[in-house]
């Protein structure tokens, strides 16, 4: 990730790919995201795990975080 600066690293998340085509058909991540927890019954439990929790929907989009990190494509 971040390729060609400081913070190169490689990605911890597990990509797969058609054996055909080459297209990515899904990414795997062990973190997990959990939103708008706080509209969860309280018998729900949340999955075990690493994750990151958010009681509610963040403030921005993920197109505004994607142009605010230079990361949006047209």
């Not at 911890?12 to 055909?20: A, I, W």
């Not at 403030?59 to 230079?70: I, P, Q, R, V």
Request: charged share 30%; net charge negative; glycine share 2%.
């Amino acid at each position: 990730m971040n390729r060609d600066t400081p913070e190169e690293h490689i990605a911890s998340s597990e990509r797969n790919f058609c054996s055909k085509c080459s297209s990515m058909l899904w990414l795997y991540d062990k973190t997990m995201v959990c939103l708008m927890t706080e509209r969860k019954p309280e018998y729900v439990r949340l999955p075990e795990g690493p994750k990151h929790v958010y009681t509610k929907l963040p403030a921005k989009s993920l197109e505004d975080w994607h142009k605010e990190n230079n990361l949006y494509v047209e």
